[in-house]
């Protein structure tokens, strides 16, 4: 069982240990995780040997946990956002293979259904959703790492691999990366290449309509604790 959640005090840059979680959440990792500004959501994730299909919405004003629709096939680091209302989970793994399927929540109705499947299988990958779309970058296929990325149009159902016929891939393979939205790029930070853990950082700049490789990003951590 999981004993225990940290939270981040903004006003004190703290940490804190909230209350446990609730009984029926048993010890898992690998999970993916989202928020729709309300509620935190997670989503799959391995438990021992077992990959898991559950879903669970958090509740941080009363420190509440409680169970949503399990999805419709197991996986565990899967890519996930929220968008509209929505929960969109993409790839992920079981335990002997990557997958390529992608399913979405309705949190209207707590329904499952499915979304055409990327192009390429994908686990450990980057989500992100950047000017009403979704990005889905890096990764493994489960015999290498990937530069490329994907873009989920939810508008049309429809999968972009270029952006006017421009193909857009990272500059270095990263799996286990960390993606977000900042100013209106996105940065893509660390990972692993299958061979290294990375501490370089790429930003992509819709303007520019390309990734930005930028070295000058290494903090010694004498630096962090002054």
């Not at 979304?115 to 890096?138: F, H, L, N, S, T």
């Not at 421009?166 to 990263?174: G, T």
Request: with cysteine.
């Amino acid at each position: 069982m999981v004993d225990n959640q940290k939270t981040c005090n903004t006003d004190c840059s703290q940490w804190f240990v909230r209350k446990y979680f609730s009984k029926m959440i048993n010890s898992f990792c690998c999970l993916a995780m989202c928020s729709d500004g309300n509620y935190v959501y997670l989503i799959g994730g391995m438990e021992g040997d077992k990959c898991r299909n559950d879903c669970y919405q958090y509740n941080p004003e009363n420190n509440t946990w409680s169970s949503l629709a399990p999805m419709n096939s197991e996986r565990s680091q899967a890519g996930i956002v929220y968008f509209d209302e929505k929960i969109y989970v993409f790839g992920g793994s079981t335990l002997n293979r990557c997958l390529s399927s992608c399913e979405v929540l309705s949190l209207a109705t707590n329904e499952w259904t499915s979304c055409p499947a990327m192009k390429e299988c994908r686990r450990g990958c980057g989500a992100v959703v950047y000017r009403d779309q979704i990005w889905i970058i890096g990764g493994s296929n489960g015999v290498s790492v990937l530069t490329s990325i994907e873009i989920f149009n939810p508008q049309t159902n429809e999968w972009l691999m270029n952006i006017n016929n421009n193909q857009i891939s990272l500059h270095i393979a990263r799996i286990g990366l960390g993606v977000t939205v900042c100013q209106d790029k996105i940065y893509a930070i660390g990972g692993f290449d299958g061979r290294t853990f990375l501490k370089s950082v790429e930003v992509y700049d819709e303007f520019t309509r390309q990734w930005r490789l930028n070295y000058q990003n290494s903090i010694k951590s004498s630096e962090i604790d002054e």
